[in-house]
């Protein structure tokens, strides 16, 4: 089976990123919360502690689309977090998921499919570039598949233009890194941790700020955040 060109968008939706995530190897204790403010008290406080990954889920532009070519900070291979680099149209997704578990793969079962992928094929630079993983998406084709079609909403086409996008913010050692599969250069280091929790990092509040001033005005709205946080189960 070859690697597809595209794929049918994951819905933004945390019981579909859980599903898909637990397929891969995450420990049922964990799961993928909605997440309605960074800034507001009372919507934090419902939520589950501490938050490993963020996804952010927001409409592209042109901006954007100019910026992720941008010079980045620079990052020791000793200190960088993993990162897979998209090769599949509409597949952020599941991008979005690597990035939040291949960074926390405490979470991950022993004899999970992601972590024996991780273990089997190290990278010197943490960059997941090659035909192992293309082979390895592949693989786990038929999961994506399978969660495509869990959502709340009628997706679209595979082949379907569509202008929304999953990044991932995560903590890794000691640092705060912005993981979008279609950076050319990987990682974007935002720059050092303050705390163990990502709702509480004022540069991930910072980042999020930034995506939405320089949205379109009319696509304001289409931003969401998912966090990969203990279960309330």
């Known amino acids: 089976m070859s690697l597809p060109t595209s794929v049918v ?23 993928f919360h909605d997440i309605y403010s960074l800034t507001d008290p009372d919507l934090l406080a419902f939520l589950s502690r501490p938050m490993k990954a963020i996804i952010m889920l927001f409409p592209l532009n042109s901006f954007f689309e100019s910026s992720k070519n941008e010079e980045d900070l620079p990052t020791s291979a000793a200190t960088a977090p993993t990162w897979f680099k998209q090769n599949v149209r509409n597949a952020c997704g599941l991008y979005a998921l690597l990035h ?79 993981l979008d599969g279609r950076r050319p250069t990987g990682a974007k280091l935002l720059g050092p941790s303050s705390s163990i929790d990502l709702l509480e990092e004022p540069i ?21 955040l998912l966090g990969l946080a203990p279960s309330w189960d």
Not at 140 to 157: D, H, I, K, M, R
Not at 206 to 213: D, G, H, P, S
Request: hydrophobic content about 35%.
């Open 9 to 31: 968008p994951l819905e933004s939706n945390p019981e579909v990123f859980t599903k898909f995530a637990h397929s891969l190897g995450l420990s049922e204790s964990y799961a």
């Open 100 to 178: 939040s578990l291949s960074n926390n793969t405490n979470l991950l079962k022993d004899d999970s499919k992601l972590i024996q992928f991780l273990q089997s094929n190290p990278r010197s630079n943490c960059q997941y570039a090659d035909d192992a993983t293309d082979n390895f998406i592949v693989s786990v084709n038929e999961l994506y598949n399978e969660n495509s079609s869990q959502g709340q909403t009628e997706a679209p086409e595979a082949d379907a233009e569509v202008n929304l996008h999953f990044i991932t913010f995560v903590e890794h050692e000691g640092n705060v890194f912005e």
């Open 204 to 224: 991930v509040k910072k980042r999020f700020l930034w995506y939405t001033n320089n949205s379109d005005d009319e696509m304001k709205l289409n931003f969401s």
